[in-house]
């Protein structure tokens, strides 16, 4: 199964607000609200952001918002800041009990 | 407070195996699932398994299939992942995470570097 597809970088000027996509198959995020979102910092274990399209965990910033449409998830940051900056991953559930990541966005904070 | 401490950096021969252990505490060790995510140096994740510590049933990405396994201790509320038969292509930063039903991983371990190399 091929990785969902992400786009390999983003940028924004702070304040901003930018947009991650992630796009699957009917199999995965078409057919499930079981997507999920991580923010990486380099040499740091990845961070859960949002889980099931749209749901964000306790104490994540309301600046990070999901959504989905078809067969592609999106992650949406307003009022972008520097400390925004890092990789983000989206992750599917396939069915089967079988995951699949997006292949990761580097968000660059002009 | 949720803890995942997982065993330290391994080297091995490619060819040879290698056992990853996992270590959960701060929560109910059989109410969770724990899967299995590694990182090539400057790669993406890649979902490797899971493993229902409850009932022992698990489930591998294809890309490792049959030369995967995970087994669990529930007296010491502790994970293995095994990978067999490694190549360089083995070779990555392996995390453990915890996750629910809602097929989302809230806690990561601080990762394990495995590295193959002759």
Not at chain 1, 44 to 52: F, S
Not at chain 1, 68 to 76: E, F, I, M, P, V
Not at chain 2, 9 to 25: D, I, W
């Amino acid at each position: 199964q091929s990785a969902l597809t992400q786009p390999a970088s983003v940028s924004g000027s702070p304040g901003q607000s930018i947009t991650i996509s992630c796009t699957g198959t009917r199999s995965d995020v078409g057919n499930y609200n079981l997507v999920s979102w991580y923010q990486q910092n380099p040499g740091k274990a990845p961070k859960l952001m949002i889980y099931e399209v749209t749901e964000r965990p306790s104490g994540v910033s309301d600046r990070f918002s999901g959504s989905k449409s078809g067969y592609t998830a999106s992650l949406t940051i307003s009022g972008l800041q520097a400390e925004d900056e890092a990789d983000y991953y989206c992750c599917s559930y396939a069915g089967n009990s079988i995951g699949i990541f997006g292949g990761g966005t580097r968000l660059t904070v002009l | 407070q949720v803890q995942l401490v997982q065993s330290g950096a391994e080297v091995k021969k490619p060819g040879a195996s290698v056992m990853v252990s996992c270590k959960a505490s701060g929560y109910t060790f059989t109410n969770y699932y724990i899967h299995w995510v590694r990182q090539a140096p400057g790669q993406g994740l890649e979902w490797v398994g899971v493993i229902n510590p409850k009932d022992a049933t698990t489930r591998y990405a294809r890309r490792l299939q049959g030369r995967v396994t995970m087994t669990r201790d529930t007296s010491t509320s502790t994970v293995y992942m095994e990978v067999t038969s490694l190549t360089s292509e083995d070779s990555a930063l392996y995390y453990c995470a915890k996750g629910d039903a809602t097929w989302s991983f809230d806690f990561w371990g601080q990762g394990t570097l495995v590295t193959a190399s002759s």
